[in-house]
């Protein structure tokens, strides 16, 4: 835990002084991610906004206000999760991110990611979707969970559009819902599959 935080705290001062891409001339602050180093689940967003651009904080507007509330409803709060975006830094006009920034900035969500080693990666929306399920449509596929390179992922709406959006809105809720035991499940079967200590084994045979 103690290095993981030390780890990600280092990631985030080099995200900060980031210039790998033209986004870094416009930014306010970058917004490298906040939460709990060793979370077992991760959200990945597409990219700030105007107040996250101004506090260096992911999901602090209105569609973050509906996230806690979703994170509420499963006795969650951001403390015990990991909250990050595509990209680090906020597109002009909160335009849609293109290619080459998403291309730019992937390395710094690979070594988040690489640092917290979660259970379970949740994507809000089609930008972070894209990353692990191409070509697929979210109206499709959200809430179905799926083992990607190892991890299980689960892609969900972002809560935007659920804010735009009544219906998805109890969509986006019942996803939701699925992730304390979707968490449950992984770590059942990463415990199955752990060798047995000799010790446990002598004891067994006491
Ligand atoms: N939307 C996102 O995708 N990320 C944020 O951090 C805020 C809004």
């Known amino acids: 835990m103690e290095d993981q935080a030390i780890a990600l705290k280092a990631l985030g001062e080099q995200i900060a002084v980031c210039p790998k891409c033209a986004l870094s001339k416009t930014r306010t602050r970058a917004v490298p991610g906040e939460g709990n180093p060793d979370a077992d689940i991760v959200f990945i967003g597409e990219g700030p906004g105007f107040h996250e651009d101004q506090q260096a904080r992911p ?35 909160n335009r849609d991110p293109l290619p080459g920034e998403i291309e730019a900035c992937k390395p710094w969500l690979e ?25 697929q449509a979210i109206s499709r596929i959200h809430g179905q969970p799926r083992r990607v390179e190892g991890v299980m992922v689960v892609p ?12 998805l809105r109890r969509t986006i809720m019942e996803d939701f819902k699925k992730l304390p035991g979707l968490v449950q499940d992984v770590l059942a079967k990463e415990q199955e599959s752990e060798p047995v200590e000799p010790e446990a084994v002598q004891m067994q045979l006491l």
Do not use: W
């Not at 569609?63 to 015990?80: C, M």
């Not at 969900?156 to 219906?167: E, F, G, N, R, T």
């Open 59 to 93: 999901f602090v507007g209105a569609a973050g206000k509906f996230l806690d509330e979703l994170l509420a409803s499963i006795g969650l709060n951001r403390k015990d999760v990991y909250i990050c975006n595509v990209i680090k830094c906020r597109p002009p006009n």
């Open 111 to 135: 070594e988040q990611l690489g640092v917290i080693k979660p259970k379970v990666i949740v994507t809000l929306g089609r930008f972070s979707m894209t990353r692990y399920f191409a070509g």
């Open 156 to 167: 969900m709406y972002h809560p935007a559009a659920a804010l735009h959006q009544a219906s």
